[in-house]
């Protein structure tokens, strides 16, 4: 059974940083893309970035580029991570790891089948 639990959300001032895990069971991790998305109320879950099952290639959407890094470390129980810096409040969301069918996948959600229940970050002005 895949099981995904991310960690690492809470309250942080606008300008600070969080760093989000994602511990990951259940399945060989590394033949999988693995991606972050995020849902603020009232809104849709939107992609945030994912990462190739080896960790050679990631994407990320616009909004986050040159603020956050994703990051996997397969051998570990914490299999993906998401460095968020320069946080800005429209970050404010809860966030979403979860496990794509294949080794590359970006921001369709329908390519991912395993989500984690989610983290809440919240950024202040």
């Known amino acids: 059974q895949v099981q995904l639990v991310e960690s690492g959300g809470g309250l942080v001032q606008a300008g600070g940083s969080l760093r989000l895990s994602c511990a990951a069971s259940?399945?060989?991790?590394?033949?999988?893309?693995m991606g972050w998305f995020r849902q603020a109320p009232g809104r849709e879950r939107e992609f945030v970035a994912s990462i190739s099952g080896r960790g050679r290639f990631s994407t990320y959407v616009d909004s986050v580029k040159g603020r956050f890094t994703i990051s996997r470390d397969n051998a570990k129980n914490t299999v993906v991570d998401l460095q968020m810096n320069s946080l800005k409040p429209e970050d404010t969301a809860v966030y979403y790891c979860a496990s794509a069918i294949t080794n590359w996948a970006q921001g369709d959600k329908g390519a991912y089948d395993y989500w984690g229940q989610g983290t809440q970050v919240t950024v202040s002005s």
């Open positions: 259940g399945r060989t991790f590394s033949n999988y893309a």
